[in-house]
């Protein structure tokens, strides 16, 4: 029996859902997997599920902090005993009544939006709080049962540890690998901080010493990233060597890809690859991008390869005052759009970068208007190729957002996306150092440690990993708002802070004011934003 089995938890009220079959067996869906953590359990999406594709029918990059005892009861559901059987054994197993135990599970059997499952014993619990369960998260078994489960006994975790204010797990789930900071072009627009040369970058033999390493330890994901990780003289040992181990690395590039370079790839495990495009005209891309005349054409044959030998792609164009002509925009849809493996195509607009000047950001960001007329654009060409390309445009950080009046500052932040920089991530820069950002790049202030010096566990448990997380409002000076606000903890270990977003606001030297989302944040200092 379960340690926590004896303790009461929230009867759903919801009506039983009529299609489920007692002699069937049904299973937690492939897409997702639970994590035994010290003071409580995570939902998270399984090792290695691949986020090249959007999945309609899931709910991808979840993370999600639930009651051990529901891990418990969810951890049975393995697929290898019907309904009934599965039933039957967590009541003889846990001890919970049997119309209690259905109550709770039915709303999270094919559930077709997430649902929310609160947690109601306020003797436990410091506060009320909900589980968020993902969409179709106990599905019907149509295969083999699922051997990636961990034991129910596994979230048998003594109550008196119970937290649920902390969202930090107890190993980084994500990890992704900056092979090189070494690019192919030098964009107008490029966020990285470029004047970083590392001189001893990290041998591939260290970064697959890295890969076995989180594989141990439980890693569900490892993504690699640059610069331009073609430009990595290692690249294709360690792209078949994440494969092997079920890894699907997100891989994105600018580098126009000879046949030959392809199939090697493809030979390593590549299916699928982002491009970075802009535009479709070869003065214009010599002149965002500082590339040769050769460019284009290049461009063009890689993307002819690519569709031939069946790699999907998906495709990054960034707007900027040079290319933010709604007929430009229309021209590059129509040119990609004509490709069969082109599955998306996504408009963005340039944001600011760390380590360039206000001017220069001035200089290349489109304006509000011109972006609008783009959106409008866009909309209308999605309808057009819904069913060959998803065409979309990324939302706009701009003042609307940042500036607005308090009330709709309060109402808007708390429901921010979660930031996870040294909550569930850690990011390896070219040189071995590892930070809780890629944007934060070299920063010391954000440098948890040394690959060269430490193991990936040894820096996730480093004082200066938990110093960081665990931050004192003391620390803080009292010129910032920070340093006497009520939700001071919640705030900072639970959805986290963008930690760029302030540096762009206010400059490194005040790093310790509030996110500018937040009501109590100051007026910027710096335009960072789109107006």
């Not at 930090?168 to 900071?181: D, E, G, W, Y």
């Not at 990595?232 to 360690?238: A, L, Q, R």
């Not at 790839?265 to 535009?279: A, N, V």
């Not at 195509?345 to 950001?361: G, R, T």
Request: charged letters at 25%; aromatic letters at 10%; one cysteine or more.
């Amino acid at each position: 029996m379960c340690e926590h089995s004896h303790i009461p938890f929230y009867q759903n009220t919801r009506k039983m859902t009529p299609d489920i079959e007692p002699k069937k067996k049904y299973q937690i869906n492939p897409a997702y997997t639970l994590l035994a953590d010290r003071h409580c359990a995570f939902i998270f999406n399984s090792k290695g599920w691949p986020t090249f594709r959007s999945h309609p029918e899931v709910d991808d990059n979840f993370t999600q902090l639930v009651s051990p005892l529901y891990a418990s009861i969810f951890a049975y559901w393995d697929g290898s005993k019907t309904y009934h059987e599965t039933i039957q054994q967590i009541v003889n197993e846990m001890h919970i009544q049997q119309d209690v135990l259905e109550k709770f599970l039915h709303p999270c059997i094919h559930n077709m939006e997430k649902t929310a499952l609160h947690f109601s014993d306020k003797e436990i619990l410091e506060e009320t709080s909900s589980n968020w369960i993902p969409k179709n998260f106990i599905i019907e078994c149509d295969g083999e049962p699922r051997t990636d489960l961990p034991e129910p006994e596994a979230f048998a975790i003594p109550v008196r540890q119970w937290d649920f204010s902390r969202m930090r797990s107890r190993i980084p789930t994500t990890v992704t690998l900056m092979l090189t900071n070494r690019c192919a072009t030098n964009c107008i627009y490029c966020y990285a901080d470029n004047q970083h040369r590392v001189e001893q970058p990290l041998p591939a033999e260290k970064w697959l010493e890295l890969i076995q390493e989180a594989h141990d330890f439980g890693c569900l994901s490892i993504d690699l990233s640059g610069g331009e990780v073609f430009l990595y003289p290692g690249i294709e040992t360690i792209l078949q060597t994440l494969h092997q181990m079920g890894y699907h690395p997100y891989l994105s590039t600018k580098i126009p890809l000879e046949e030959e370079r392809i199939l090697q790839l493809k030979e390593c495990g590549m299916t699928e690859l982002q491009f970075s495009i802009d535009c479709w005209d070869a003065a214009l891309m010599q002149q965002m991008l500082n590339v040769p005349s050769s460019y284009f054409e290049r461009l063009k044959r890689s993307l002819d390869a690519l569709e031939k030998h069946g790699i999907a792609v998906k495709v990054k164009s960034v707007i900027t005052s040079y290319n933010d002509k709604p007929e430009q925009v229309e021209q590059l849809i129509l040119n990609l759009s004509a490709h069969k493996n082109i599955t998306s195509i996504s408009i963005a607009p340039a944001e600011n970068s760390l380590y360039k000047s206000e001017q220069d950001f001035i200089g290349y960001r489109t304006s509000r208007r011109q972006w609008e007329k783009i959106e409008a654009l866009v909309e209308s060409m999605a309808a057009t190729y819904r069913e060959q390309c998803e065409i979309g445009c990324q939302g706009l950080l701009d003042s609307r957002e940042h500036c607005a009046a308090v009330d709709e500052k309060a109402r808007v932040y708390p429901k921010r996306t979660r930031c996870p920089g040294n909550i569930n991530m850690l990011y390896v820069l070219p040189d071995g150092k590892v930070t809780i950002c890629e944007e934060l790049y070299w920063n010391p202030r954000f440098i948890i440690g040394d690959v060269r010096k430490q193991s990936l566990m040894e820096i996730w448990e480093s004082k200066k990993a938990l110093e960081l997380y665990n931050l004192s409002q003391e620390t803080f000076r009292k010129t910032s708002a920070c340093h006497i606000c009520p939700q001071f903890d919640p705030c900072h270990q639970q959805s986290g802070v963008c930690w760029k977003m302030v540096i762009e606001a206010y400059g490194d030297e005040y790093w310790d004011l509030p996110d500018p989302r937040c009501p109590y944040a100051p007026p910027a200092t710096q335009k960072y934003y789109i107006e």
